[in-house]
């Protein structure tokens, strides 16, 4: 399963970007996904999740009311939309299935987790 993140960049504190998700020879709509955030020298610590529909998504406290995840499953990509950025939010963003719907666990990144090369953002003035 191949998922490629893309859409990382620059954004001044309060601004926004969009990453994205994309699937490769693999359909998309089978799967919940779950973004993951890793800051500079910390741990990787999941921030959203939306299950294979769309219809249900959970966020970690600090996405909560400034990020949104959505997705389009005819393009076969999930979106995080990233609002009101913080200097915090500052690192590697990455994307992966857990099953077809979200819980606590989603959120959580396991021993056996393959990555792939994700997205740097920079959030800073």
């Known amino acids: 399963l191949q998922l490629v993140e893309s859409g990382g960049g620059h954004a001044q504190p309060g601004g926004s970007l969009r990453l994205s998700c994309a699937a490769f020879a693999f359909r998309l709509d089978r799967y919940a996904i779950s973004w993951f955030h890793q800051a500079p020298g910390k741990e990787r610590k999941g921030v959203a999740c939306i299950n294979n529909t769309g219809g249900l998504t959970i966020y970690s406290d600090s996405a909560k009311g400034r990020f949104t995840a959505s997705r389009d499953n005819a393009k076969n990509t999930v979106y995080l939309q990233m609002g009101s950025l913080k200097a915090e939010d500052t690192g590697h963003y990455y994307c992966?299935?857990?099953?077809?719907?979200?819980?606590?666990?989603?959120?959580?990144?396991?021993?056996?987790?393959?990555w792939g090369q994700g997205t740097e953002v920079t959030v800073s003035s």
């Open positions: 992966k299935t857990v099953g077809a719907t979200c819980s606590g666990a989603s959120l959580e990144p396991t021993p056996w987790d393959a």
